[in-house]
């Protein structure tokens, strides 16, 4: 596979070799549910693409490849069996760094010190998914871009100019909005009122409701690591 896309060095301190087999070892979820393969070329065409993209952004890349995460992520909407598996991989990593290099542009401008309100790797991927499966995306990589920006990326510019102006300091360790509270609810009111109620309005109308709660996080973080322990035994989750 060849994305035409020239290789950039990173300061990642895992080698590209490990990277490379930490992408080859989704394998065994995307035979399973979709019988789709990467191959050892198209691994490697997607370390060598998640590492320019990171450059282009002034990313540094500090651990293991963001790709296992997005393609366990993404999988379950379905859409990366549409088309080219291994093209949508490569077009939505680089949808991933385009966003959290903006997102990392705000931070550096806000004028004060928004360590409470960072999205992390895995708040950003489950964004994508949302919104990946959701219109007018519906698996195109190319709108999904524009949508993060609009509801992700702006939804933050007013969350961080909401706390300059009210120089007010959101704790993530209790949310005012709790972000799994939050779906719960919605979830609830659905129920009730057998009305859909559009998620992506909510965050323009809240923009406090873009960060994920603690619980959310350390959720996220338990099936990140059930995921690598996966990728080194080489079984499945």
Not at 39 to 49: C, F, G, K, M, Y
Not at 63 to 72: A, E, K, N, Y
Not at 138 to 162: F, H, W
Not at 190 to 197: A, K, L, P, Q, S
């Amino acid at each position: 596979m060849d994305f035409s896309l020239t290789f950039s060095d990173t300061f990642s301190p895992v080698s590209k070799e490990d990277q490379m087999q930490q992408v080859l070892a989704t394998n065994s979820q995307s035979m399973q549910s979709y019988a789709l393969q990467l191959t050892p070329e198209d691994s490697e065409a997607l370390v060598d693409i998640e590492r320019s993209a990171a450059k282009e952004q002034a990313l540094v890349m500090l651990g293991d490849s963001i790709v296992p995460r997005l393609i366990r992520r993404l999988l379950p909407t379905g859409y990366l069996a549409t088309g080219n598996y291994a093209l949508n991989i490569a077009k939505l990593t680089e949808v991933f760094y385009a966003v959290k290099g903006e997102l990392q542009d705000l931070y550096d401008n806000a004028g004060f010190d928004c360590s409470s309100c960072r999205l992390s790797d895995n708040a950003i991927l489950y964004y994508m998914s949302k919104l990946f499966e959701d219109y007018p995306c519906c698996g195109d990589p190319d709108i999904l871009l524009s949508e993060m920006q609009t509801y992700v990326c702006q939804t933050m510019a007013r969350l961080l100019n909401k706390m300059c102006n009210t120089q007010q300091n959101y704790d993530v360790e209790d949310p005012l909005y709790g972000f799994s509270d939050w779906l719960e609810e919605e979830a609830d009111w659905r129920w009730h009122t057998g009305t859909e109620w559009d998620w992506k309005i909510g965050l323009q109308r809240n923009p406090e409701l873009l960060l994920p709660s603690r619980r959310q996080e350390q959720e996220w973080d338990r099936q990140a690591e059930a995921w690598e322990e996966e990728a080194k035994q080489g079984g499945a989750v």
